[in-house]
């Protein structure tokens, strides 16, 4: 039988122009992220099954590719549920590994730690363009910080990091998990159908206002309670300061600590930020995980059609693995959205000069080593020198060569 050349379904091979971007990219956000203080740390490719199934992750918990027991340990003859078979997974995400990293390695940190992480994930969800199986994640975290100074820092270091790869006019959209939870309280719904409610909100973007009262009222809830929650967006969008407009209409449903906090962050992200991007106060955003706890954010980007990236404030994680709740807050960059916009962009990177040594066949061994010694000099000096054999279509090797960013050639031929 033969062998499959094509990768896994939902899986890519990266070709050289790409994987030049991706390193390109990497590079820029590991320099500004720790210029901002972040520290490079990894974290395995798979987490424990009971982990990863602990009703945190939202909908990604039914995407996990699942890994069967080993040897001894996988008895299929005896099976009687998935837990005889399953003991470990794929990660679906950055943010639970690093919650039982610190969790595991807290007396060898720093407090606060500011986390920096760059890897693999894998979810088993259906292939569409820019979405794959196997994708890279780029989160920065920052743990043991109380403060709203977290959410500051984040904000800031990843903005100048999207400014610094030549996006602009993108828009930071922000929000607050207990503003969300007090504007549902206010209009009269349960605390225990707000998961459904917020589902419900998250379509607000693609189903209007309107939509949003429709599915509702199927889902079962009281006109009173849809008609007094359509309210409060319609006050938001009319007032001024729709901040101000809740912090005025909610009251008692939501503690004014709360809303300071949430203020003085946009405050002084307002006062530190520059003009390629917007900080704009949403609050139909909802993040899909279930583990945040506070402030969350997400990156819009209205000229290309989509958001790259969000995160926020997720203080109960962690305390899941000790017992004792750390704060914590994080934002992750849409990595494989980025590196997508700039390839649909043209984009190329900004490389030294890059020279390639074509040996003609059959040059003899002991200028070889000559050429070999010259070379390795180049490189020593910072430069970047390709030796490769002449091919007999030697136009159209230089044609290659120069897509890949070779401007200098140097021909060696057998005399």
Known sequence: MALVKKPVTGMKDILPEEMQIRDYVVNIIKETYRSFGFTPIDTPCMEHIENLCSNQGGENEKLIFKVLKRGEKLDLANAKSESDLVDSGMRYDLTLPLSRFYANNANNLPSPFKALQIGSVWRADRPQRGRFRQFTQCDIDILGEPSNLAEIELIQ??????????FKNFEIRINERRILKAMAAYSGFEEKDFDIVFIILDKMDKIGLDGVAEELEKSGF???SIEKYQSLFAG????????QYLADTLGEY??????????????????????????????TLVRGMSYYTGTIFEI?????????????????????????DVP??????????IIMLLLESGFKVPSQEKTAYLIEKGYPNDK???????????????????????????KFQKEKLTAEGYTDFVEFFNK
């Open 222 to 224: 009281a006109k009173e």
């Open 328 to 337: 914590a807050c994080g934002f992750s960059i849409g990595f494989e959205r």
């Open 368 to 394: 070889l080593c000559e050429v070999m010694k010259q070379a390795a000099d180049e490189r020593a000096a910072g430069k970047q020198i390709l030796v490769t054999r002449m091919n007999k279509n030697k």
């Open 157 to 166: 270091a990843t903005t100048t990091t999207l400014g610094k790869l030549g």
């Open 300 to 324: 819009a980007m209205p000229e290309f059609g989509g958001s790259c990236g969000g995160g926020g404030r997720y203080d109960k994680m962690i305390g899941k693995f000790t017992g004792q």
């Open 236 to 243: 938001v969008e009319k007032a001024e300061d729709g901040v």
């Open 254 to 283: 939501l503690d004014a600590d709360v809303m300071t906090n949430f203020k003085d962050i946009i405050t002084a992200v307002e006062a530190t930020k520059g003009d390629f991007f917007k900080l704009v106060f949403d609050p």
